[in-house]
């Protein structure tokens, strides 16, 4: 009886040690998997226009590859470094919280270029159920903290719903359509600084170029605007409107010397409105009525679209017969309005937008505007087709893949810009 007792003793030790040496294996396993931000891979390791590190696949190949275009985009249109990344966790004994990993992970990177620190980061952390955006010390101004706030809210259910590859692509994609919204765009864009005395002989170049096609614009518009004996103020600015179209077209290249033009249009523009334009029916010289006295005399919604500077309007009264004549311009935020078909008002408001579906390489995706009317308060939607993605290629041999005879390819790879952050951003968990 105490031999079977000894050898059954025996054989639970055995047990015991089998289990307890799985269980280190199985910590020293869960440690490995615990990143740093020294094991974590940069995706800039795998080429210049990558930017999702994505070790444990937690994003699919698909979103992946959507995210990386998005990123690449942006960096084209604002030159906004944004790093994604996906992971199961990060090491406990090393950072105190996820904002903390994040943050290490930014600076140690240096992610944004450094003259101007515009860069982003995402950060997904599965197993601690957290994700955070760090932003750069030269887009916090922009990118601000409560705007982050926002952005993570507004998608924070599909990451409640374990969807990784739907919270991050919204996510990001939000990110990059907020930062290329024109204002934050040329904001972006004018936040350049030379960093080499190359540099700024090309920064006096751009601006000398545009004020030539300032001044060039100015006089073209000048003698459009002579006019024909005849004609009323009215008529005579119409004919400059292509000019004022081909003008806006190129704000988004030269926003500072064509905001001189734009100042000599409305100037030069508003003149010309007081021309006195004579009266159909008995061909008298028509008097404008005051500014003070029209406010009254309009509708709700014209004072509404005056108001918005989507629409002007000049009233003419004819002494003689007592005509009167209603002329309608269009005010210099005319285009940032829609027409309400509530009450008729050019008054509707672009509030947000979202992404329905997202564009692939081989359909296209739909998004939705929100709009709300700031007359008659009426809100609607309306959906917005979104073109297919293109793919990108590098012409630059040092970055492009090659041919080589041993029947490879071979791809160097990039690097941050070196930029760094302070903190700026928000969190969340879900």
């Not at 050898?7 to 289990?19: D, V």
């Not at 009323?232 to 905001?259: H, T, Y």
């Not at 929100?370 to 293109?390: A, I």
Request: with cysteine.
């Amino acid at each position: 009886m105490s031999f079977y007792f000894c050898t059954f003793a025996a054989e639970m030790k055995t047990i015991r040690f089998i289990l307890s040496v799985l269980c280190i294996a199985a910590g020293l396993y869960a440690h490995a998997e615990a990143y740093t931000i020294e094991t974590i891979p940069s995706p800039k390791e795998e080429g210049q226009h990558f930017y999702v590190s994505n070790p444990d696949g937690v994003l699919s190949a698909e979103t992946e590859s959507y995210l990386n275009e998005i990123a690449t985009n942006l960096d084209k249109s604002t030159e906004v470094e944004m790093a994604i990344v996906a992971i199961n966790t990060w090491d406990e004994q090393e950072y105190s919280s996820t904002y903390s990993f994040a943050l290490r992970l930014f600076n140690y990177w240096g992610i944004g270029k450094a003259d101007k620190n515009t860069g982003v980061l995402v950060l997904l952390a599965v197993e601690d159920r957290d994700i955070q955006i760090i932003t750069g010390k030269g887009i916090e101004g922009i990118l601000t903290d409560a705007e982050c706030g926002y952005i993570l809210d507004d998608n924070l259910s599909y990451l409640s719903d374990n969807d990784w590859d739907g919270g991050m692509s919204h996510i990001c994609n939000d990110i990059a359509n907020y930062l290329m919204e024109d204002e934050n765009r040329s904001e972006l864009l004018l936040g350049w600084h030379p960093a080499s005395t190359e540099d700024g002989w090309l920064l006096a170049g751009y601006f000398m170029l545009g004020f030539i096609i300032m001044i060039v614009l100015a006089l073209v518009t000048y003698k459009k605007w002579q006019g024909e004996p005849g004609q009323s103020g009215p008529e005579i600015r119409k004919k400059g409107d292509d000019v004022q179209g081909c003008a806006g077209c190129l704000m988004f290249i030269f926003p500072i010397p064509l905001l001189f033009y734009y100042i000599y249009h409305r100037i030069a523009g508003r003149h010309l409105q007081t021309i006195p334009i004579v009266c159909k029916k008995c061909g008298t010289t028509m008097v404008m009525i005051p500014k003070k006295q029209l406010t009254p005399l309009l509708t709700k919604q014209q004072q509404t679209e005056q108001k918005l500077d989507a629409r002007t309007f000049d009233k003419w009264h004819c002494p003689h017969c007592g005509e009167e004549e209603l002329l309608t311009h269009k005010g210099i935020y005319y285009t940032r309005y829609d027409v309400c078909s509530e009450c008729g008002a050019r008054a509707g408001k672009l509030i947000r937008n979202a992404v329905v579906k997202h564009p692939t390489y081989y359909q296209t995706g739909e998004q939705k505007n929100f709009y709300k009317c700031e007359c008659c308060g009426k809100e609607w939607t309306s959906l917005v087709t979104l073109r297919k993605l293109e793919r990108s290629y590098s012409s630059s041999s040092s970055s492009s893949s090659s041919w080589g005879g041993g029947g490879g390819s071979s791809r160097s790879s990039g690097s941050w810009g070196g930029g760094s952050s302070s903190g700026g951003g928000a969190g969340r968990h879900f």
